[in-house]
């Protein structure tokens, strides 16, 4: 018993020293443009968890999360912009709503599994975002849509990327927390379990239909607060952020991160906003090595990142034991 | 306790099981026998809600849960084990257990991951019920260790700690000494019998004879999808037709 | 033009891009009967199949036929290449690492054909002149009857193959059950490799003939890829008739649709087609018996 609660604790260290560093990296930054490139790594690291929820820990497939992204975005957009509401009220709104959308097209989509799962999940986002394009007198349709207020919070307005990056990592960090938890509870052995056995889990209670489209709805939920971020720190929206590509850069991250590692959402996001910079020098190839990417980490560091690294430093370690004491 | 009653079971054109009834007593152990391909497997799978039978019906303590699906079973207290065990592999020894507890507790997505204090209290009781089942199998050592790296004897006690700690009435074990060698057989044994002294009605369905007459107190012999012969170990034992069964196959 | 003329027109170029996705859709079917993979990667051998005859027409400036040929070649190679060093590697993969590693695939592939050929679209001249041949109310380009042929005859031919070869039923035991196929001798590894052959070939065939009509460009795959999966579920992932009527179901609808109600939508009307019967229907809208395709 002592050795669970310890790792609790170890969770709680973890999680203390990760804050920590976040809070203190913008210092490094100096208020550069890699600031910037971050508050987009917090966006993307909060879509990433709320996708290893559904994807790493309960194992079903999403190909169409990009539309909770964008239909938080363009909704908060619309409240706020068109209709003057509150953005705060509004974020809160939509995510309600998007979460209810996710759990009644839960149930059908969910029913489905694989491949299936995939396309099915794939249709339902393009349909979204053919919305996007097509509902021009509601979202200004492919040349987007513009004038979105900034947050803000007693007198603040979030109007800078160095106020932004709190807000988003504030929001971020929370979640993270609480998926932690959620992961390490009843509910979230219940997910690993589906993923490990579905029929195992079954027969010990779980009920396997309703734990996923809850799941579903919860990560949809994040989702759709993650895109009602963007839209106010951007301050203008199109459809082509919320697209299919999206969706698989989505699912890249957490593969690449590694599935069920809360911490490897944050490597992949980190990794998979950052590389698109780091290759702005070879301009058109980036798209090559996402591809490459993908096939790679899928075959041969299934773990991902978060997984993958340590095994490979064991293993490099080991063998240059193996080495020198051969030459010895 | 449990009533099974005309069973049939089709996949297509083949019959797996015709027209099976038994009942399996409380409180005591009754073993499923057969040849290969007598149907014990597709039996369990029936009652166990996982098939749903072409006709018939199963009861539980009189109710009828024909075509109940297996979560709702669980709750009604029937578990059962798995053939080829179906462990949470990536999850701990421990937490394997906690998932047998699932349907013990109550806390949902968001007292879970705002720990409120009832859910903190909860996750406290199940770790304190899972050591006591990983007590009662005797694998309290492993509790930390990842369920899919156990050795397979270790594999199949955790899987019967998950399943105890449902606390159910009636366990049904899917050839529970499959793949063990004759140390961890007697082992089992002796774990059957203190599951069935705990108030649990036991069903297996097993190849081992020795294993079958030595614990079982009523045996049902199934053969090319019927039932052949019901009875005590020695009726069973000393009954033509299941001697010719048997031969036959071998 | 009255009403009925318009109709009757909607009809006809709905059933010629329907006899694309079919053609697509056969290929995608093929690959997943043999493997129980869903191919993301399909749309691409379309894209390539196009671009290729582009290439070997205006570049290398060989004859239509031969450019044909030789873009099919091409796309087949590829699309072999791509089984034997990505799907081959992963045998005991999960259904996610699948997908994901042809999404990879998928990805790859159009980066280095963008890379190679650029974003620009291309016209490939049409087969036999644009003078259009009247039928009845409507009119109809000599392209659209090269269309309806080429499918005919493919889907003709791989019927034959799959009912009257030994490799055509070898690969119909695969798909029925590959490790008692394996038990009686069959090469499943050959079979596996011959079903990415097979589909690239006929994707790249798709993506050719319907070329000269629509122009090519290196991101032309995706959709027609989904559209062609949209006409295989349809079809209840038959390699015969019935992904062939989900084709010809879709293009027409979606053909009436965008002419009737409104063009911008006319994408969505496949993926709500699909989750629609996904949801309802998973078999196909053919199949016979209630066996749950998950």
């Known amino acids: 018993?002592?050795?669970?609660?310890?790792?609790?604790?170890?969770?709680?260290?973890?999680?203390?020293?990760?804050?920590?560093?976040?809070?203190?990296?913008?210092?490094?930054?100096?208020?550069?443009?890699?600031?910037?490139?971050?508050?987009?790594?917090?966006?993307?690291?909060?879509?990433?968890?709320?996708?290893?929820?559904?994807?790493?820990?309960?194992?079903?497939?999403?190909?169409?999360?990009?539309?909770?992204?964008?239909?938080?975005?363009?909704?908060?957009?619309?409240?706020?912009?068109?209709?003057?509401?509150?953005?705060?009220?509004?974020?809160?709104?939509?995510?309600?709503?998007?979460?209810?959308?996710?759990?009644?097209?839960?149930?059908?989509?969910?029913?489905?599994?694989?491949?299936?799962?995939?396309?099915?999940?794939?249709?339902?986002?393009?349909?979204?975002?053919?919305?996007?394009?097509?509902?021009?007198?509601?979202?200004?349709?492919?040349?987007?849509?513009?004038?979105?207020?900034?947050?803000?919070?007693?007198?603040?307005?979030?109007?800078?990327d160095f106020k932004n990056y709190y807000l988003i990592w504030g929001m971020t960090l929370v979640t993270i927390l609480l998926?932690?938890?959620?992961?390490?509870?009843?509910?979230?052995?219940?997910?690993?379990?589906?993923?490990?056995?579905?029929?195992?889990?079954?027969?010990?209670?779980?009920?396997?239909?309703?734990?996923?489209?809850?799941?579903?709805?919860?990560?949809?939920?994040?989702?759709?607060?993650?895109g009602s971020l963007y839209a106010h720190t951007m301050t203008f929206v199109s459809p082509t952020?919320?697209?299919?590509?999206?969706?698989?850069?989505?699912?890249?991250?957490?593969?690449?991160?590694?599935?069920?590692?809360?911490?490897?959402?944050?490597?992949?996001?980190?990794?998979?906003?950052?590389?698109?910079?780091?290759?702005?020098?070879?301009?058109?190839?980036?798209?090559v090595v996402y591809g490459l990417l993908l096939i790679f980490m899928t075959m041969f560091m299934p773990g991902g990142l978060v997984r993958g690294i340590p095994a490979l430093v064991g293993r490099i370690v080991m063998r240059s034991g193996a080495g020198s004491k051969a030459d010895a | 306790m449990l009533e099974v009653q005309g069973i049939t079971q089709r996949f297509g054109g083949v019959t797996a099981l015709e027209d099976v009834s038994f009942r399996v007593a409380a409180g005591a152990i009754t073993g499923i026998i057969g040849p290969n391909g007598a149907g014990k497997t597709t039996l369990f799978n029936i009652v166990t809600g996982i098939y749903t039978p072409t006709s018939g019906t199963v009861h539980l303590q009189g109710k009828n849960v024909s075509r109940f699906a297996p979560e709702r079973l669980a709750s009604l207290g029937m578990v059962r084990t798995f053939q080829n065990i179906e462990l949470f592999g990536r999850m701990t020894v421990l937490e394997n257990v906690m998932v047998g507890?699932?349907?013990?507790?109550?806390?949902?997505?968001?007292?879970?991951?705002?720990?409120?204090?009832?859910?903190?209290?909860?996750?406290?009781?199940?770790?304190?019920?899972?050591?006591?089942?990983?007590?009662?199998?005797?694998?309290?050592?492993?509790?930390?260790?990842?369920?899919g790296s156990l050795p397979f004897g270790k594999g199949r006690l955790l899987e019967i700690a998950r399943a105890m700690a449902l606390e159910p009435k009636v366990i049904l074990m899917d050839e529970p000494a499959a793949g063990l060698n004759s140390r961890e057989t007697l082992e089992l044994a002796r774990l059957i019998q203190k599951i069935r002294e705990s108030g649990v009605t036991v069903a297996l369905v097993e190849h081992d004879m020795e294993l079958v007459m030595d614990i079982c107190d009523a045996i049902?012999?199934?053969?090319?999808?019927?039932?052949?012969?019901?009875?005590?170990?020695?009726?069973?034992?000393?009954?033509?037709?299941?001697?010719?069964?048997?031969?036959?196959e071998g | 033009?009255?009403?009925?003329?318009?109709?009757?027109?909607?009809?006809?170029?709905?059933?010629?891009?329907?006899?694309?996705?079919?053609?697509?859709?056969?290929?995608?079917?093929?690959?997943?009967?043999?493997?129980?993979?869903?191919?993301?990667?399909?749309?691409?051998?379309?894209?390539?199949?196009?671009?290729?005859?582009?290439?070997?027409?205006?570049?290398?400036?060989?004859?239509?036929?031969?450019?044909?040929?030789?873009?099919?070649?091409?796309?087949?190679?590829?699309?072999?290449?791509?089984?034997?060093?990505?799907?081959?590697?992963?045998k005991n993969a999960s259904p996610i690492s699948l997908v994901i590693i042809t999404i990879g695939g998928s990805i790859l592939i159009r980066g280095i054909a963008m890379l190679v050929w650029g974003k620009d679209t291309h016209a490939i001249e049409t087969f036999s002149g644009n003078e259009p041949i009247q039928l009845g109310e409507a009119t109809i380009l000599p392209q659209h009857l090269w269309i309806f042929a080429v499918t005919t005859v493919v889907i003709i031919c791989s019927k034959l193959y799959f009912n009257y070869t030994i490799s055509g039923k070898a690969m119909r035991a695969c798909a029925y059950n590959s490790r008692a196929a394996g038990l009686v001798g069959i090469d499943v590894r050959r079979m596996v490799l011959f079903s990415f052959a097979i589909s690239s070939a006929m994707g790249s065939m798709a993506g050719i003939i319907i070329a000269p009509l629509t122009m090519t460009s290196y991101d032309v795959g995706v959709m027609l890829g989904l559209k062609g999966f949209c006409a295989a579920i349809i079809g209840?992932?038959?390699?015969?008739?019935?992904?062939?009527?989900?084709?010809?179901?879709?293009?027409?609808?979606?053909?009436?649709?965008?002419?009737?109600?409104?063009?911008?939508?006319?994408?969505?009307?496949?993926?709500?087609?699909?989750?629609?019967?996904?949801?309802?229907?998973?078999?196909?809208?053919?199949?016979?018996?209630?066996?749950?395709?998950?």
Do not use: C
């Open chain 3, 236 to 294: 209840g992932m038959s390699s015969g008739l019935g992904t062939v009527f989900g084709g010809v179901i879709l293009g027409i609808l979606e053909s009436l649709g965008a002419g009737i109600f409104s063009s911008g939508y006319k994408d969505a009307i496949a993926f709500i087609i699909l989750l629609i019967i996904l949801f309802i229907r998973p078999q196909g809208l053919f199949a016979k018996g209630d066996t749950e395709r998950v």
């Open chain 1, 1 to 160: 018993m002592t050795k669970s609660r310890s790792f609790l604790k170890h969770e709680m260290v973890k999680f203390i020293l990760f804050t920590i560093l976040i809070l203190f990296l913008p210092l490094a930054f100096k208020g550069g443009y890699l600031l910037n490139v971050f508050v987009f790594v917090g966006i993307h690291t909060l879509l990433a968890v709320a996708l290893n929820l559904l994807l790493g820990y309960a194992g079903q497939i999403s190909l169409g999360h990009a539309a909770f992204f964008g239909l938080g975005a363009y909704a908060s957009g619309i409240l706020t912009a068109t209709h003057g509401q509150n953005p705060w009220l509004a974020m809160a709104v939509v995510a309600a709503a998007v979460g209810t959308l996710a759990f009644i097209i839960g149930f059908p989509i969910l029913k489905l599994k694989g491949h299936y799962l995939a396309m099915a999940t794939l249709g339902f986002g393009i349909i979204v975002y053919i919305a996007f394009n097509e509902a021009v007198e509601l979202t200004g349709g492919p040349s987007g849509f513009s004038g979105i207020p900034n947050l803000s919070l007693g007198g603040v307005s979030f109007d800078t």
């Open chain 2, 101 to 147: 507890l699932h349907t013990k507790g109550k806390s949902g997505i968001l007292a879970s991951s705002l720990r409120l204090p009832w859910q903190v209290a909860e996750e406290r009781r199940f770790r304190e019920r899972a050591y006591h089942w990983l007590e009662f199998t005797g694998i309290t050592d492993l509790a930390d260790h990842e369920a």
């Open chain 3, 1 to 90: 033009m009255h009403i009925g003329q318009q109709i009757a027109q909607y009809l006809l170029s709905g059933l010629s891009t329907g006899a694309i996705y079919a053609l697509i859709g056969v290929g995608f079917a093929i690959i997943h009967n043999a493997t129980g993979i869903i191919n993301f990667a399909q749309g691409e051998f379309v894209m390539l199949g196009g671009m290729f005859t582009v290439f070997f027409l205006t570049v290398l400036n060989l004859p239509l036929l031969v450019s044909v040929i030789l873009a099919i070649a091409a796309a087949t190679i590829v699309g072999v290449a791509f089984e034997r060093l990505a799907i081959r590697p992963m």
């Open chain 1, 241 to 287: 952020s919320f697209g299919f590509n999206f969706s698989v850069e989505l699912v890249t991250m957490v593969i690449i991160g590694g599935l069920g590692s809360i911490y490897g959402s944050f490597l992949g996001a980190a990794l998979l906003t950052l590389l698109p910079e780091i290759l702005r020098a070879f301009q058109d190839y980036d798209i």
């Open chain 2, 220 to 248: 049902v012999v199934l053969n090319l999808g019927r039932k052949l012969a019901q009875g005590t170990p020695r009726e069973i034992q000393e009954n033509p037709e299941v001697i010719s069964a048997y031969l036959g």
């Open chain 1, 179 to 226: 998926s932690l938890n959620l992961v390490n509870s009843r509910i979230g052995r219940g997910l690993r379990a589906i993923h490990d056995s579905e029929v195992a889990a079954r027969v010990m209670g779980v009920n396997v239909r309703f734990l996923k489209v809850q799941i579903f709805a919860l990560s949809a939920v994040i989702s759709s607060i993650a």
